[in-house]
């Protein structure tokens, strides 16, 4: 029992340096972790469905403003301010890559640039897929350490 | 048209191709412009409407985005202006030469042919003239002879004998004898009577003889036809009877002598009519008299001759007539002078045309069988006359007018004039005509207009040319001032373009540093972790709180590489905000010392005691500028010291300190004329404020600066060897960024000359000194005798330190080793074998000899001795003996130790054995020095106090307590609890010259009093190390400590506006999680809205509160709405975060009310917080939300409030 929930341990915190190393994530999750006591167990999974959400309404939002045009008069401050929003809310739970596809979005936003708004939509389509799909192994690997009676390990990143 | 479309195929040529393009276009555009330079003029004519649009002032009105094209067109223009000019001049010359000559030609030809005309008119004139005379001549001689006649033949009325007939014809002969040779030009004159006899004179020219003819008297009768009939049958009876008569009469010939009328020889008998034309009845039929041209036998000319009746007296019957003849030779004669001085022919005709006389030579009659007969003027043998003649035939035919001017008569292959007169004459008309060849009048005047168009042509190339040379060198400098205008252009350009990666530069530089700042941050909060862990150690603490320190300075220094960019687009603003600016400085220097220590390099502090503590400033800035040259000259720096000077001066006593402080700024002379002129300024612009001149020196023992380079390191980039980087790392960004901030806070900073190795910066800023500062805090040590031994192996650190110390009034001595300080020790302490030791005393300088001495008589010194660990042999175990052997003086002396970051805990450890507490990490500087005395003072004043408690027991040092003055003493020991209390309660009784300053209490490590009373005991010593911990915990982590403290909010309340769930639900947490109570809303009108509604319910609320005064709380009081704070995200929908605060402060407007709000931005630039500021937010903080910063922000501004209000309250 004790050597399954060590390996599971082991695991997470491989993942979770991993998620961290490759880029996913940020010091700013460690901080949304700390937050996470037994006031609020849930606290980290609650905050990323909300961005989750908040994804998924966004990316609509763009996808709309920018698809129905076709390109000619699409409206780019409706467009910027969304990616604004998604900016700040990924920066604030840490998820690194959105960010920062965010930030070139934005870029491309300002400039104006069609080809590269849709771009970065997609690609932000598809990182803060992946990123869920991260995570929610992340969430499954902490339930399984939990069913097994261990405690999640803090995992310090350096 | 052309010319349209040419300049704008120019001018829409792209205007950024690569330099070798524009190259090629340029050298292709010369050759054009020289190859179109003596091009036709077509080409001029189309380029002239694009060179005036272009001389229009275009080029001013040009933009220089066009530059390369309007370079290439400027070319072009300048071709175009020349070649204008040139067609100009050409046709300005053409012009001029065409009008000269056809003028010139023109009024000459005029005048010339009126005065030929005027020749011509006269030289036909005057022959006819002569014509006329000799007419009138023989005319007047016909006369006289017939006059005579009449008068001879009345007086022999009727002869009427033989006799008298002969006596009659004697008569006759006489008296024409005389009037011929009065003629002289007469040809001959003849009577011929009616009888048929005949008398003649007669002149050859040819032999000059002259001869009588007669006819022989005989065969003539006196008595012939009647007179009467005569009239009757005037013509055909004497016609016949003459010709009958002639026919038979012998004529004879005799020659006369041609002046006397003698005869000479015999008369011969000629046959009749063969020498003359004797005028006959047949010439005058109607009795008047007639004129004919004849010729003669003897004559080369044509002869004139007229004839005329002879009336008898009734005047009823011709009685005889009389011819007389003259040559026209005279005639021809005349004309042939005339024509010899003018040229030219001239020749008369009668009116059938019939020569009569001309200018040449040619012979005027033609040699027929009958004799010489007259000859037609177009048969004459003379070319120009038969020319002439044919040519006037031709042209007026056979009605010509009477005044024929022909002035182009072109006869054969030259040209003539031709002028003919008609002379009317009774029965004798003459035609007069002047051939004279063009040549000969305007000969001159053609050869002249030719001539005269030659050179007029050859002039007018010649200024032609000279004009192009002209302005081919005139325009040449408007064509150099385009190139220079292109060139400009082209430089302006380059700028444009070098601005432009400059500013990519800073773009990247600003990407860079953010990119950097995430793990910073990451290395902050690790430290921050730490930090609050329990299990360190008080060294491990202090270590990790220099690491956290340092961090926060790179982080710092990250963020002004990002303000850099904004430095120079000159959108930095710097912050004005109070600080300690000693302590920036030392814990800068402390900062660098490990660094320094690392590289055997020493860090000095060496700051003027007059140097002001509190200034006004960028605070942030100012360590940026000072770590940037403290960095830069540990870079160069192998060994010996860096040296941080400061000093200051007073701008309101500037000249005063200049005189006094000559030596130090001698090298300063512009800069000092500099400052006074800012001073001017100043003093203008800010005469409430207190304005200062802080100057520093940063002086390295490095490989030094090319003095060459010594303008050119404060650029961008620039390194002075451009192996630095290789050797050393770095950007060459450092001072770039130094003389930035300098300049910006109204300094300069300069590389100075130094004696010996390395580099001084010196530079100076002006800063504001907040007037309520308490500005020198100086204790004053010089009344406690105290005695300071410096055994520091850092020369220039110790002889900076003992300089000060001394300059306080304490006797110091240095050493430099380690046998030094024993030799000392000994000499100061063991005062017995001090007399004894002379091999010692021969070490020791005379200087230091007399240092001693001169604390020998120190009453009561109280010796403290500074202590470097390295003196210490670390290396070996030596150093524990050498520590034993000090310690032996501890009980005299007071010792500090100066430990190095790296020193090892062992020696820590034993050191805090021995008792050794006070301990400071290297460098030493003033703050740290002043702290350590004032420890030692203060267990000194516990030991007295001691002493004094219990006076009984007689300590060896009771005897010197009593000197210290008791007020002294207070103020002096008192900590710094009761220092600030004092301070806040107002108590002015205290001497601010005399207090120490508070933060200078915090510089030591670990301290604890030497324990030399044994009844203080332990638990006093270890309450004392608790204060220090604690102490040294809130300067060295104040934020640390908060974060412990996790219910840092507890009690406030705050209203969250934040439209990301994300964000929102982050942000609650985080603030519950610290024991605030949070309320969300979405949106700035939201918040608006809730605040409303909530003011008025605690409108409400207060009312309530007022009535149950029991059941005030703080909270009521704190603020009349609900909400301590707003925490207000700035780019919300429906209002956002600025919006949403100008409605808040709007509603506040009147009320006492003023709810913090604090923006939340993910912008980082503080134009953005300069925005937020400005719409009258309190503070701001980036996203993602930093707890701990958020945190002290809000604690400082809800505290703020709070402690007002209990002031309010109280």
Redesign the interface.
């Known amino acids: 029992m004790d050597a399954l929930v060590a390996q599971l341990q082991r695991q997470f915190r491989d993942y979770t340096v991993s998620l961290y190393q490759l880029g996913f994530l ?3 999750f ?3 972790k700390k ?1 996470q ?1 037994d006031d ?1 167990p849930e ?1 980290v999974a ?2 990323l469905s ?2 989750f ?2 994804c998924v309404k966004l990316i609509g939002n763009m996808a709309r403003a920018l698809d129905q045009t076709g390109g000619s008069t699409v409206d780019f401050s409706l467009v910027g ?1 969304s990616v ?2 998604l ?8 998820a690194k890559r959105v960010k920062g596809l965010c930030v070139t979005f934005k870029e491309y936003c300002e400039a104006q640039n069609y080809e590269g708004c849709v771009r970065c939509l997609q690609q932000v389509d598809i990182e803060y897929k992946t990123l869920k799909t991260k995570l929610q192994d992340m969430f499954n690997l902490e339930k399984q350490i939990i069913q097994a009676g261990g405690k999640v390990p803090q995992v ?3 | 048209m052309r010319g349209d479309s040419f300049s704008v195929s120019i001018e829409s040529l792209p205007d950024s191709p690569s330099s070798s393009r524009k190259k090629k276009k340029k050298k292709i555009s010369k050759v054009f412009d020289k190859m179109t330079q003596w091009v036709t003029p077509w080409r001029s004519k189309s380029d002239l409407p694009r060179e005036r649009r272009i001389l229009r002032g275009d080029v001013e009105q040009e933009e220089f985005q066009y530059a390369s094209s309007h370079c290439l067109s400027s070319y072009y223009s300048v071709f175009v202006v020349r070649l204008a000019i040139m067609v100009m001049l050409a046709i300005l010359i053409g012009l001029l030469t065409i009008l000269t000559w056809h003028f010139t030609r023109i009024y000459t030809k005029q005048s010339l042919q009126t005065l030929a005309y005027g020749l011509r008119y006269e030289l036909l004139q005057r022959p006819i003239l002569r014509m006329w005379s000799v007419l009138n001549t023989t005319s007047e001689l016909t006369t006289a002879q017939v006059k005579l006649s009449e008068y001879v033949i009345r007086k022999y009325d009727k002869p009427t004998t033989q006799e008298e007939l002969v006596e009659m014809y004697q008569a006759m002969k006489d008296v024409t004898w005389a009037l011929f040779t009065s003629a002289k030009a007469l040809n001959a004159i003849t009577i011929k009577y009616r009888n048929g006899f005949v008398q003649a004179f007669h002149r050859d020219p040819a032999s000059s003889s002259t001869y009588y003819i007669f006819s022989d008297l005989k065969n003539y009768s006196i008595s012939g036809t009647r007179p009467e009939d005569v009239s009757m049958t005037l013509g055909h009876g004497w016609h016949n009877h003459t010709i009958h008569g002639n026919m038979s009469a012998i004529w004879y010939q005799q020659q006369l002598d041609p002046i006397t009328g003698a005869r000479l020889g015999k008369p011969l008998q000629i046959p009749p009519d063969d020498l003359i034309n004797i005028a006959g009845i047949s010439q005058v039929p109607d009795g008047e008299a007639s004129w004919h041209v004849t010729v003669s036998k003897y004559m080369d000319s044509p002869l004139l001759s007229a004839a005329l009746p002879v009336f008898d007296a009734s005047n009823k019957s011709i009685v005889a007539v009389v011819g007389v003849t003259t040559a026209l030779y005279s005639v021809g004669q005349l004309m042939r002078d005339l024509v010899e001085v003018h040229g030219g022919h001239i020749y008369l005709t009668s009116q059938e045309g019939y020569l009569l006389a001309t200018s040449t030579n040619g012979p005027l009659l033609t040699n027929t069988s009958k004799g010489p007969k007259l000859m037609k003027a177009i048969d004459s043998e003379e070319w120009a006359i038969k020319a002439g003649a044919q040519w006037l035939e031709k042209t007026y035919g056979r009605n010509r007018p009477h005044e024929i001017h022909a002035e182009n008569a072109k006869l054969g292959d030259q040209q003539y004039y031709i002028d003919s007169f008609y002379l009317n004459l009774k029965r004798l008309p003459i035609v007069g005509v002047v051939i004279i060849p063009r040549k000969f009048i305007m000969g001159k005047v053609d050869e002249r207009a030719f001539k005269t168009l030659v050179i007029l042509i050859s002039a007018s190339v010649c200024i032609f040319i000279i004009g192009c040379v002209c302005i081919l060198i005139l325009t040449n400098g408007v064509s150099k001032e385009m190139k220079l205008r292109a060139e400009l252009i082209r430089q302006l350009d380059a700028r444009r373009r070098a601005e432009a990666s400059s500013n990519y530069k800073s773009q990247f530089l600003a990407n860079m540093s953010h990119e950097l700042r995430t793990p910073m941050a990451a290395v902050i909060g690790l430290l921050d972790i730490l930090i609050s862990d329990d299990c360190l150690s008080n060294e491990q603490y202090a270590t990790v709180t220099q690491i956290r320190k340092c961090s926060t300075a790179l982080l710092r220094l990250l963020n002004n590489i990002l303000d850099l960019s904004k430095v120079e687009s000159g959108k930095l603003v710097l912050e004005e905000a109070e600080f300690d600016l000693g302590r920036e400085l030392e814990g800068l220097v402390d900062m660098f010392s490990v660094q320094c220590i690392n590289h055997n390099v020493e860090t000095v502090l060496d700051l003027s005691d007059d140097m002001p503590t509190l200034v006004r400033g960028d605070s942030a800035r100012l360590v940026q500028i000072f770590a940037n040259l403290i960095s830069n000259s540990i870079k160069f720096t192998t060994t010996g010291h860096i040296i941080l000077r400061g000093w200051c001066e007073n701008l309101n006593s500037l000249h005063d300190e200049m005189s006094l402080t000559g030596d130090r700024k001698k090298p300063w002379a512009p800069i000092k004329t500099k400052l006074v002129h800012h001073r001017n300024h100043s003093q203008k612009s800010c005469k409430n404020e207190n304005k200062m001149v802080l100057w520093f020196e940063v002086d390295d023992t490095g490989c030094g600066i090319d003095p060459s380079k010594w303008d050119s390191v404060f650029e961008s980039f620039e390194q002075a060897d451009p192996s630095t980087t290789r050797t050393h790392g770095g950007t060459g960004l450092g001072l770039c960024i130094v003389r930035n901030l300098v300049n910006k806070m109204g300094g300069d900073i300069k590389v100075v000359q130094k004696n010996g190795l390395g580099t001084i910066m010196r530079l100076y800023l002006i800063l504001t000194i907040p007037d309520n500062a308490d500005q020198i805090c100086q204790p004053d040590f010089s009344k406690y005798g105290l005695v300071v031994l410096l055994s520091m192996s850092g020369s220039t650190a110790r002889m900076i330190q003992s300089k000060w110390l001394r300059k306080h009034g304490i006797a110091t001595v240095e050493a430099s080793d380690w046998n030094e300080l024993t030799q000392i020790i000994r000499d100061l302490f063991e005062t017995g074998s001090r007399e004894n030791s002379f091999d010692s005393q021969h070490n020791i300088a005379e200087s230091l000899r007399a240092e001693l001495s001169n604390i020998q008589e120190i009453k009561n010194p109280v010796f403290v001795i500074v202590v470097d660990i390295g003196i210490l042999d670390l290396t070996t175990d030596i150093w524990k003996e050498q520590l034993n052997y000090l310690d032996r003086f501890s009980s005299k002396a007071k010792f500090a130790w100066l430990l190095k970051h790296d020193t090892s805990n062992t020696v820590k450890t034993e050191l805090r054995r021995k008792g050794h507490v006070m301990m400071v990490n290297k460098p030493l500087y003033k703050a740290k020095m002043i702290q350590i005395l004032e420890a030692v003072i203060k267990n000194r004043k516990r030991s007295l106090s001691n002493t004094m408690s219990n006076r009984g027991n007689g300590s060896d040092e009771s005897h010197d307590c009593l000197e210290i003055d008791p007020t002294q003493y207070d103020t002096c020991s008192s900590d710094d609890s009761s220092e600030t209390s004092s301070e806040k309660q107002g108590d002015k009784s205290v001497k601010p010259s005399t207090l120490p300053s508070p933060v200078l209490k915090n510089y030591l490590l670990d301290i604890a009093k030497s324990n030399d009373d044994p009844t203080s005991g332990t638990q006093k010593k270890q309450e004392e190390e608790e204060d220090w911990k604690d102490r040294s915990n809130r300067l060295y982590s104040g934020i640390a400590l908060d974060g412990k403290n996790q219910k840092s909010l507890q009690g406030i309340r705050i209203l969250l506006a934040e439209d990301t769930p994300v964000l929102q639900r982050v942000a609650t947490i985080m603030l519950e999680k610290m024991g605030a109570t949070v309320t969300a809303v979405w949106d700035g009108q939201q918040a608006v809205d809730a605040l409303n509604y909530k003011s008025i319910s605690a409108q409400d609320s207060i009312q309530e509160y007022k009535l149950s005064e029991q059941e005030t709380t703080q909270s009521g009081f704190q603020n009349s709405s609900f909400y301590d704070l707003i925490l207000m995200d700035c780019q919300m929908p429906k209002m956002d975060g600025y919006e949403a605060t100008k409605a808040i402060r709007r509603a506040e407007i009147g009320t006492e009310l003023h709810i913090p709000i604090v923006a939340l931005t993910a912008h980082a630039m503080s134009s953005d917080e300069a925005k937020c500021l400005e719409v009258g937010m309190d503070a701001y903080l980036t996203k993602p939300i930093d707890r701990k910063l958020m945190v002290s922000t809000i604690l400082s501004l809800t505290t703020k409030s709070s402690t007002l209000l209990t002031s309010f309250s109280a």
């Open positions: 940020d010091d700013q460690t901080e949304l937050l006591d609020s606290f609650e905050v909300l961005f959400e908040d301010s604004h929003q900016k700040g809310s990924s920066s604030s739970v840490g310090s990143i350096n």
